[in-house]
């Protein structure tokens, strides 16, 4: 039917003026409507022939009453275009019938019942009136360059990719399925994937930015996801950035922020949850009595469970037309997707408590943060955010903050807030400290490291001072958390050669023009009561990696803790290579590559060997550093 509305389009105009025609030609010769000696003049007279000598004049008849002046002009009658009908033929005179009897109109011309059934953008697609995109000509934005945080901002330089290998970059963004084990490697990650960068050679832009776009989202920064694909004009988009799009805009509940691409490019994506968001977008866009018609032939078709079409309806009721209202059924929902968590929590609908009890960590790092949530889901979720990397600490300081302001010490967060409050202002260095392992929680089990982050400016206000030694590898661990490495360096006169808080230090340092002891480093491995000592193995791979260990002590110890550090693979070769080569943002997609985990336990001292080494040679000392201690301290 389409192909048949399209072929009919070139002949809509033409049919149009036709039967204009037609109709002036059946009303027969037009009469003029001017007054007489206002109509068209008369015919200039023919020149008169010359006299012949041998005729004899003779006088002219004199004119009869029933002659017509021959001041009288003739009226004119405008031609009827070809390819009328036979009705307005008929009118002409025989020689224009017989030329235009087998004219007809074009085939597939639609009728004035389809035309009226043919919804705004179908019309709009048939007479060639719809745009393509949303940004105009001159506001085109180029490809050469896609990200949001420039190199005077913080980003990599723009070129770092563009003369690496196509299908390295390639392989390395694809094979970053999921979050990483570092919360320092997480943002170091988020850093390269936002930068404004330059594709491979080899690469479409667009398909590079899709790449970007997706392992943000999989990292759980779809914010940064969003901020990315939106550098882009959507009539340059593919359907692999459409599909990262989506999930990114998704992921931020930011429904009606995906219209733009559901308006203008709506064959670009397929499937029953694209439907439902280009019926909302039609309901944002005034087309309040479509969007319902067609969720509801969505719902009542059964290619959607009923809670999606219910959400969908109620949040495209709130375009301002809507009439009914909408009950949202939950009791028959045994599972929580991503649509349902992100539609439910744009709407302000209470999900039910027996789906959210058993959530992936996915939606957990989405309700950190989520303004329209409240603080009893938004603060247990920043928790494991702030451990991943997703909120900094003074984020997740700022929300304690803003429920003590609100809601005082009520509740189990108030007398958190509370504590977080007696860490930062108690006059007695000792009570602080007592606020701080509260809020780490069990004394006897290694701190949360998400607590850790919150607590990292706390800590860096506890004096360095022999009568808090015993605290100080956790007081370190968590002004580390949060970068403060030269506030961290002030307890280095304090700890013990071989203990864990020196460890710490050792890899933290920003500087260090000799290496370390190796009886100190033997001491921390006999004393290492670690799961299979690997915390040892880290500190060995992290002084290793920053040539902070002698040549000869560090094949020692990797021989008698069994590390290989020396084995080498392509992923090994790749990183090292692109560290000598002073490629940061290669090594740092290598690394997200190597760093792939729920747990330190997924992580080996060999992997974190060869990243701290490529980091450390490409530039990237700071990450490599924080890294390497890191480990440590949650291995």
Known sequence: MKRALLAGTGALALGSTFLVGAFAAAQGTPESLLPPGFEDPAPAPAPAPRPSPAATP??????????????????????IPQGGSSASSSSS???????????????????????????????DALLGLRPRTDIPPAARRSLGQIGVIGESEGGLPSASLARQPASLVQAALSATEGPLVSRWGHIMLRRVLS????????????????????????MGEHAAARAVVQDIDTEDWNGSLAGAAINAYVGTSDIVGICPLARYRGDIQEG?????????????????????????????SGDVPVIDALLAQRYAGAAGEGRSAVNLEWDEVDELTPWRFSMANA????????????????????????????????????????????????????LYSQYYALSGREGEIGEDALRLRVAYVHQDPAQRIEAIRTLWGNAQATPDYGRQVLTAYAAARIPADEDFEEQAADLIASMLAAGLDRDAMQWAGVVSEGSESWALLALAQERRANPVDDGAVDAFISDDESNGQ????????????????????????????????????????????????????????????????????????????????????SGLSAEARMIAA?????G
């Open 272 to 300: 029953e949850r694209w439907q439902l968001l280009r019926s909302i977008c039609a309901s944002f866009a005034g087309e309040t009595s479509r969007a319902r018609r067609d969720i509801g032939r969505l719902r009542s």
């Open 630 to 634: 890191e480990a440590v301290a949650r």
């Open 58 to 79: 003779r006088p002219a008849p004199a004119p009869t009453p029933t002659s017509a002046p021959q001041s009288q002009g003739t009226p004119v009658v405008q031609p």
């Open 195 to 218: 930068s404004r960068l330059a594709a491979p050679e080899s690469m479409d832009p667009v398909t590079f930015a899709a790449l970007r776009a997706q392992v943000l989202n999989r």
């Open 347 to 398: 709407l302000g609908a209470e999900i039910p408590e027996n789906l959210l009890s058993d959530a992936d960590p996915y939606y957990q790092r989405i309700a950190a943060v989520m303004p329209m949530l409240g603080f009893d889901q938004r603060i247990p979720a920043a928790n494991l955010a702030a451990r991943e990397g997703i909120l900094s600490s003074e984020a997740l300081v700022d």
């Open 534 to 617: 690997r915390k040892s193995g880290f500190l060995v791979a992290g002084l290793a990696g920053l040539g902070r260990l002698d040549q000869g002590a560090a094949e020692g110890f990797n021989e008698d803790l069994g590390l290989r550090l020396g084995r080498q693979t392509k992923w090994s070769e790749a990183i090292t290579q692109a560290g000598e080569a002073g490629n940061a943002a290669l090594v740092a997609l290598l690394a997200g590559l190597g760093m792939q985990g729920d747990g330190w336990d997924k992580m080996t001292p060999r992997h974190l060997y060869f990243i701290v080494r490529a980091l450390d040679r």
């Open 93 to 123: 005179s025989p020689s224009s019938s017989s030329s235009r009897s087998s004219s007809s109109l074009p085939s597939g011309l639609p009728s004035l019942a389809e035309l009226e059934a043919l919804e705004t953008d179908e019309l």
